[in-house]
């Protein structure tokens, strides 16, 4: 069984800048970054396949926020800059072990990963 343990949300002004990290216990394949507002559905923020050929991230954090990964140390991180009221929510990191597809849309479904961090908070004063 892995385990995601997130790390780095904070509170931070409208503007600001936070680094989200999280690390695997095991080995993993993709991995990405979901936050959810209460009362809404869980949505992708960044995404990145194994292979680094496939990154998708939601519309409203294109050019804001970026993802990377070390897969031979099981992390990824969400670097976070410019940010808005809006994003602050809490942020999950999501893991799966399955194997390459070269579909972009599918890295966004919340339902691709297996394995899921607890959640880090992310809170943006204006």
């Known amino acids: 069984q892995v385990q995601l343990v997130e790390s780095g949300g904070g509170l931070v002004q409208a503007g600001g800048s936070l680094r989200l990290s999280c690390s695997a216990s095991?080995?993993?394949?993709?991995m990405g970054w979901f936050r959810q507002v209460p009362g809404k559905e869980r949505e992708v923020v960044a995404a990145?396949?194994?292979?680094?050929?496939?990154?998708a991230y939601a519309d409203s954090v294109k050019g804001r926020f970026t993802i990377s990964t070390d897969n031979a140390k099981n992390t990824v991180a969400l670097h976070m800059n410019s940010l808005l009221p809006k994003d602050r929510t809490v942020y999950y990191c999501?893991?799966?072990?399955?194997?390459?597809?070269?579909?972009?849309?599918?890295?966004?479904?919340?339902?691709?990963?297996?394995?899921w961090g607890q959640g880090t908070q992310v809170t943006v004063s204006s």
């Open positions: 999501a893991a799966d072990l399955a194997v390459y597809t070269g579909y972009s849309s599918e890295y966004r479904r919340p339902n691709k990963y297996y394995y």
């Open positions: 095991g080995g993993t394949t993709n």
């Open positions: 990145m396949s194994a292979n680094g050929a496939i990154t």
